[in-house]
Protein backbone atom coordinates (compact mmCIF):
# COMPACT_ATOMS: atom_id res chain seq x y z
CA UNK A 1 0.00 0.00 0.00
CA UNK A 2 1.52 3.14 -0.75
CA UNK A 3 1.40 6.15 1.45
CA UNK A 4 2.26 9.88 1.80
CA UNK A 5 5.42 10.65 4.02
CA UNK A 6 5.41 13.95 5.76
CA UNK A 7 8.48 15.89 6.63
CA UNK A 8 8.27 17.80 10.46
CA UNK A 9 11.20 20.06 9.25
CA UNK A 10 9.46 21.56 6.25
CA UNK A 11 6.00 21.65 8.14
CA UNK A 12 8.25 24.18 10.48
CA UNK A 13 10.03 25.70 8.17
CA UNK A 14 6.45 26.41 6.25
CA UNK A 15 5.37 28.00 9.75
CA UNK A 16 3.19 25.74 11.27
CA UNK A 17 3.31 23.03 13.85
CA UNK A 18 2.40 19.58 14.43
CA UNK A 19 0.84 18.31 17.25
CA UNK A 20 0.33 14.57 17.93
CA UNK A 21 -2.15 13.23 20.37
CA UNK A 22 -5.04 11.00 21.22
CA UNK A 23 -3.97 8.81 18.25
CA UNK A 24 -4.15 12.09 15.54
CA UNK A 25 -1.75 14.38 14.21
CA UNK A 26 -2.39 17.75 13.57
CA UNK A 27 -0.95 20.32 11.33
CA UNK A 28 -1.83 23.65 12.43
CA UNK A 29 -0.80 27.05 11.91
CA UNK A 30 0.99 29.32 14.54
CA UNK A 31 -0.12 31.66 16.59
CA UNK A 32 -2.72 33.05 18.87
CA UNK A 33 -5.36 31.88 17.04
CA UNK A 34 -4.50 28.07 15.63
CA UNK A 35 -6.76 26.78 12.35
CA UNK A 36 -6.16 23.40 11.88
CA UNK A 37 -5.09 22.79 8.47
CA UNK A 38 -4.70 18.66 8.52
CA UNK A 39 -5.82 16.06 10.97
CA UNK A 40 -4.53 12.56 9.97
CA UNK A 41 -5.32 9.27 12.34
CA UNK A 42 -2.72 6.87 13.71
CA UNK A 43 -3.37 3.67 12.05
CA UNK A 44 -1.51 0.80 13.28
CA UNK A 45 1.66 3.00 14.40
CA UNK A 46 1.44 4.86 11.53
CA UNK A 47 0.37 8.41 10.83
CA UNK A 48 -1.24 8.05 7.24
CA UNK A 49 -2.27 10.19 4.58
CA UNK A 50 -4.81 9.22 2.58
CA UNK A 51 -6.75 11.44 0.18
CA UNK A 52 -5.46 14.76 2.28
CA UNK A 53 -6.75 17.84 0.65
CA UNK A 54 -4.92 21.21 2.26
CA UNK A 55 -6.18 25.10 1.01
CA UNK A 56 -4.25 26.51 -2.27
CA UNK A 57 -2.44 28.81 -0.02
CA UNK A 58 -0.58 25.77 1.62
CA UNK A 59 -0.39 22.95 -0.94
CA UNK A 60 1.22 25.92 -3.50
CA UNK A 61 4.86 23.97 -2.86
CA UNK A 62 7.11 26.36 -4.65
CA UNK A 63 9.88 24.13 -6.54
CA UNK A 64 12.95 25.86 -7.64
CA UNK A 65 14.68 24.73 -11.07
CA UNK A 66 13.68 21.38 -10.98
CA UNK A 67 13.62 20.51 -14.96
CA UNK A 68 12.83 16.35 -14.54
CA UNK A 69 10.19 14.22 -13.11
CA UNK A 70 13.02 11.97 -11.69
CA UNK A 71 14.06 15.05 -9.62
CA UNK A 72 10.44 16.39 -8.63
CA UNK A 73 9.68 12.42 -7.94
CA UNK A 74 12.38 12.69 -5.03
CA UNK A 75 11.75 15.98 -3.69
CA UNK A 76 8.28 15.29 -3.41
CA UNK A 77 8.81 12.13 -1.24
CA UNK A 78 9.18 8.85 -3.65
CA UNK A 79 5.12 9.40 -4.60
CA UNK A 80 4.44 8.09 -7.97
CA UNK A 81 5.47 9.98 -11.41
CA UNK A 82 1.47 9.93 -12.32
CA UNK A 83 1.02 12.38 -9.04
CA UNK A 84 3.92 14.06 -9.78
CA UNK A 85 2.99 15.28 -13.08
CA UNK A 86 -0.89 15.41 -11.41
CA UNK A 87 0.57 18.27 -9.48
CA UNK A 88 1.86 20.05 -11.84
CA UNK A 89 -0.60 20.01 -14.07
CA UNK A 90 -3.28 21.09 -11.89
CA UNK A 91 -0.57 23.97 -10.61
CA UNK A 92 -0.20 22.56 -6.97
CA UNK A 93 3.64 23.10 -7.96
CA UNK A 94 5.11 26.41 -9.25
CA UNK A 95 7.91 27.36 -10.83
CA UNK A 96 8.42 24.13 -13.36
CA UNK A 97 9.95 23.88 -16.36
CA UNK A 98 8.80 20.07 -16.48
CA UNK A 99 8.38 17.68 -19.59
CA UNK A 100 5.19 16.20 -19.01
CA UNK A 101 5.61 13.85 -21.53
CA UNK A 102 8.79 12.47 -20.09
CA UNK A 103 9.57 8.64 -19.33
CA UNK A 104 9.11 7.30 -15.50
CA UNK A 105 12.48 7.66 -13.88
CA UNK A 106 13.70 4.31 -12.51
CA UNK A 107 14.19 4.76 -8.69
CA UNK A 108 16.36 2.48 -6.64
CA UNK A 109 15.22 3.48 -3.74
CA UNK A 110 11.26 2.64 -4.49
CA UNK A 111 12.57 -0.59 -5.64
CA UNK A 112 14.33 -1.21 -2.51
CA UNK A 113 11.34 -0.31 -0.47
CA UNK A 114 9.03 -2.38 -2.36
CA UNK A 115 10.80 -5.34 -2.73
CA UNK A 116 8.84 -8.81 -1.51
CA UNK A 117 10.23 -10.76 1.29
CA UNK A 118 10.12 -14.22 1.36
CA UNK A 119 9.72 -16.15 4.53
CA UNK A 120 12.80 -18.18 5.86
CA UNK A 121 12.26 -22.02 5.32
CA UNK A 122 11.58 -24.21 8.63
CA UNK A 123 13.57 -26.64 7.24
CA UNK A 124 17.16 -25.94 5.26
CA UNK A 125 18.32 -28.56 2.69
CA UNK A 126 21.84 -26.72 2.19
CA UNK A 127 24.51 -27.58 4.53
CA UNK A 128 28.00 -25.09 4.66
CA UNK A 129 31.32 -27.02 3.73
CA UNK A 130 33.44 -24.35 4.91
CA UNK A 131 33.79 -22.62 7.95
CA UNK A 132 32.37 -19.06 7.76
CA UNK A 133 30.86 -19.67 4.31
CA UNK A 134 26.72 -19.75 5.42
CA UNK A 135 25.82 -17.49 8.42
CA UNK A 136 22.43 -17.37 9.95
CA UNK A 137 20.85 -14.52 11.71
CA UNK A 138 17.74 -14.22 13.97
CA UNK A 139 16.36 -11.33 15.90
CA UNK A 140 14.26 -11.90 18.37
CA UNK A 141 11.79 -9.90 20.29
CA UNK A 142 10.83 -7.95 22.42
CA UNK A 143 10.85 -9.82 25.37
CA UNK A 144 8.20 -9.61 27.52
CA UNK A 145 10.56 -8.62 30.19
CA UNK A 146 13.65 -6.74 29.59
CA UNK A 147 16.85 -8.19 30.47
CA UNK A 148 19.36 -7.20 33.01
CA UNK A 149 21.26 -5.15 30.57
CA UNK A 150 17.88 -3.17 29.50
CA UNK A 151 17.33 -5.14 26.19
CA UNK A 152 14.37 -6.13 24.57
CA UNK A 153 15.52 -7.76 21.93
CA UNK A 154 18.20 -10.26 20.95
CA UNK A 155 19.87 -11.23 18.07
CA UNK A 156 22.17 -13.94 17.28
CA UNK A 157 24.76 -14.89 14.51
CA UNK A 158 25.00 -18.69 13.78
CA UNK A 159 27.94 -20.47 11.54
CA UNK A 160 26.45 -23.42 10.09
Known sequence: MAFTLISMACIDRAGLSLLIEDGMCKITTRGSVRRTIA???????????????????????????????ATLHRKLGHISPQACRHAVRSGLVDGLSLDLSSKAPFCETCVKANMPRLPFPKVSQTCAKVYGERIVSDLWGPAPVMSISKSLYMLTFTDE
Open 39 to 69: TIPESRGLYRVAGLTLPDSINAAAADHIDSL
